[in-house]
């Protein structure tokens, strides 16, 4: 599902609609007479991404899709993304949350082929389910397996859990070819980080002319680091360690490199059953499997959401145009509704100062032994918080704080709290990319939506992926109109004396309250449109007459 929201100073408007899903078909596997191997199938909804495969934006005819369907993680553009798998292995015991070890699989790559004869999800090495059944079995073992599974798979060093570091290749195929898991060539790097050259030379001279080339490399490299190690899926479960298995997730700012996590639960219409009759629990991971009696049929993985989708927007509105009229593509420019008394050149910008969100987590840590659910439907991602043991808090998130506090306008100086920036910076005041001098485009724009979010690249619908709360969505954004008047000594983001910026505070809160969706849960898309509304200062005149009174008549000594 996805809610559409716009949050204006005195309005709120809410829409939604439904995503559609997809289905793999399943495939045979060998006769119940052959020692089988275990296979695996995928059902999963929109918006899954390999880890580090940034966007996930895909084309459905005209309309943007953001993540990966079932079918473009198997056949289209994500076709060599897949899911991870951790196996346990048991014996006659059940899984334990506390002492069992991923035994069996450890991070288990599982993807689509597509060229073999039957096409299926394979993974290599192969592996066996335990055989100890049967007339001529002499054994009373009940050899239990367990499964978990999360998507987008990514690769870790597996005594330690954390994501393999990728070194520069250039664009040496030669060099990725004999060392594959360590090495990444430019293109994919840019990829990576979300920039939008699709080569090293119109990178470096879009950002770093003035480096060489080496050095500019070095920065390339930084990038990647901070972007497979530092965001999304930062860590998992070492193969040693003991209990559930954890995927750790930081939220990636940017739209362009923010991936999706999903985690996989079984469902009856899979038509698992064992070989001692027992079946799978709907809505829960595979535990506590044996044999399937029936090897045709595959471990069938049904991925749900961890994650809620957020895309903000921001416009700004003139005096005519409210948040229930406002149509950008059609609106005037600010200063000019009708009567011409504002100069839309006198207006320097309409910057966001500060955004903060309510609602949602910007990190934590996904158990994938999920708690148990009656249905694939109602089945709920399991949220620690980020040391994997205590339970998730939810406090308010603040993107930007740039909140007065006597430092605007200054160089190199950030105001106090405010941290990297992680907003559009057109938005911003002080911003390289905002223009200086009398421009009355700086800032929030009036012609279109921008996107809120740094890393977009123009693409004003892509989405960040946040952790839900399932807690109600409270926003508070500051900004500050800025007006050009060379009769003021008020310092402006170009760091002139020559107006006023006036700053505004609005809090809307409980923003989704009374639709079909009014918590932030995960697996839902919303898209918050902001419009900020500014109303010019208008004058009248009316001239107040003097009032006639009576005459008067003073005598005055009379004349002799």
């Known amino acids: 599902m996805k809610k559409v929201l716009f949050f204006a100073a005195a309005a709120a408007m809410m829409a939604a609609c439904s995503n559609t899903d997809e289905l793999t078909s399943l495939q045979n596997v060998p006769e119940n007479n052959q020692q089988a191997p275990i296979a695996f199938d995928v059902y999963a909804g929109k918006n899954v991404t390999r880890a580090g495969l940034p966007g996930g934006l895909t084309m459905n005819g005209t309309i943007k899709e953001y993540g990966v369907t079932t079918t473009s993680l198997a056949s289209g553009i994500h076709s060599k993304a897949g899911f991870g798998v951790f196996g346990y292995y048991t014996s006659n015991d059940r899984f334990d949350t506390n002492s069992s070890t991923p035994n069996f699989m450890y991070n288990q790559p599982v993807t689509y082929d597509g060229t073999i004869t039957t096409p299926a999800w394979t993974y290599e090495p192969a592996k066996y389910w335990p055989n100890e059944f049967g007339d001529a079995a002499q054994s009373d073992d009940v050899d239990y397996l367990s499964f978990f599974a999360y998507a987008p798979f990514v690769d870790v060093t597996y005594n330690t859990g954390i994501p393999v570091a990728k070194t520069l290749a250039g664009t040496d195929e030669a060099a990725v070819a004999a060392d594959p898991e360590n090495k990444i060539l430019d293109a994919d790097a840019l990829k990576l980080i979300g920039a939008p050259e699709t080569t090293f030379a119109d990178w470096k001279t879009n950002n770093y002319p003035s480096l060489s080339e080496g050095d500019a490399k070095v920065i390339l490299q930084t990038l990647l680091d901070e972007q497979l190690q530092k965001f999304n899926i930062t860590q998992l479960n070492k193969n040693t360690q003991t209990g559930d298995p954890i995927v750790?997730?930081?939220?990636?700012?940017?739209?362009?490199?923010?991936?999706?996590?999903?985690?996989?639960?079984?469902?009856?219409?899979?038509?698992?059953?064992?070989?001692?009759?027992?079946?799978?629990?709907?809505?829960?991971?595979?535990?506590?499997?044996?044999?399937?009696?029936?090897?045709?049929?595959?471990?069938?993985?049904?991925?749900?959401?961890?994650?809620?989708?957020?895309?903000?927007?921001?416009?700004?509105?003139?005096?005519?145009?409210?948040?229930?009229?406002?149509?950008?593509?059609?609106?005037?420019?600010?200063?000019?509704?009708?009567?011409?008394?504002?100069?839309?050149?006198?207006?320097?910008?309409?910057?966001?100062?500060?955004?903060?969100?309510?609602?949602?987590?910007?990190?934590?840590?996904?158990?994938?032994?999920?708690?148990?659910?009656?249905?694939?439907?109602?089945?709920?991602?399991?949220?620690?918080?980020?040391?994997?043991?205590?339970?998730?808090?939810?406090?308010?998130?603040?993107?930007?704080?740039?909140?007065?506090?006597?430092?605007?306008?200054?160089?190199?100086?950030?105001?106090?709290?405010?941290?990297?920036?992680?907003?559009?910076?057109?938005?911003?005041?002080?911003?390289?990319?905002?223009?200086?001098?009398?421009?009355?485009?700086?800032?929030?724009?009036?012609?279109?939506?921008?996107?809120?979010?740094?890393?977009?690249?123009?693409?004003?619908?892509?989405?960040?992926?946040?952790?839900?709360?399932?807690?109600?969505?409270?926003?508070?954004?500051?900004?500050?109109?800025?007006?050009?008047?060379?009769?003021?000594?008020?310092?402006?983001?170009?760091?002139?004396?020559?107006?006023?910026?006036?700053?505004?505070?609005?809090?809307?809160?409980?923003?989704?309250?009374?639709?079909?969706?009014?918590?932030?849960?995960?697996?839902?898309?919303?898209?918050?449109?902001?419009?900020?509304?500014?109303?010019?200062?208008?004058?009248?005149?009316?001239?107040?007459?003097?009032?006639?009174?009576?005459?008067?008549?003073?005598?005055?000594?009379?004349?002799?």
């Open 248 to 560: 750790k997730y930081v939220v990636d700012t940017k739209p362009a490199t923010s991936v999706d996590l999903l985690w996989g639960v079984a469902n009856h219409e899979n038509g698992y059953k064992g070989e001692h009759g027992e079946e799978i629990v709907e809505g829960c991971p595979y535990v506590d499997l044996t044999k399937q009696d029936d090897v045709t049929k595959k471990i069938k993985w049904y991925f749900k959401h961890a994650l809620a989708q957020v895309n903000v927007q921001i416009v700004l509105a003139n005096d005519a145009k409210t948040a229930a009229t406002y149509d950008p593509a059609n609106s005037a420019k600010l200063g000019t509704e009708g009567d011409g008394t504002v100069e839309a050149k006198k207006l320097s910008g309409v910057f966001v100062r500060s955004i903060t969100f309510n609602g949602f987590a910007m990190k934590g840590a996904l158990n994938l032994h999920s708690e148990p659910a009656t249905s694939v439907g109602n089945a709920k991602p399991y949220w620690l918080a980020y040391d994997g043991t205590n339970e998730i808090q939810f406090e308010p998130v603040t993107f930007h704080d740039g909140l007065k506090d006597g430092k605007e306008g200054t160089t190199n100086n950030i105001q106090k709290g405010e941290g990297k920036c992680v907003l559009n910076p057109v938005l911003i005041q002080n911003s390289s990319e905002a223009g200086t001098g009398e421009l009355a485009n700086q800032g929030i724009p009036t012609d279109a939506y921008v996107n809120l979010f740094d890393g977009a690249n123009g693409d004003v619908t892509a989405p960040i992926y946040v952790i839900p709360s399932g807690e109600p969505l409270d926003v508070t954004i500051a900004y500050d109109v800025e007006t050009i008047d060379e009769n003021l000594a008020g310092l402006l983001s170009d760091n002139i004396n020559h107006g006023s910026a006036i700053q505004n505070v609005i809090s809307k809160m409980d923003i989704l309250k009374g639709t079909a969706m009014p918590t932030i849960e995960p697996g839902y898309s919303y898209t918050i449109k902001i419009i900020v509304g500014v109303e010019s200062v208008k004058f009248d005149v009316v001239v107040t007459p003097y009032t006639t009174v009576a005459d008067s008549q003073i005598d005055l000594p009379a004349n002799h």
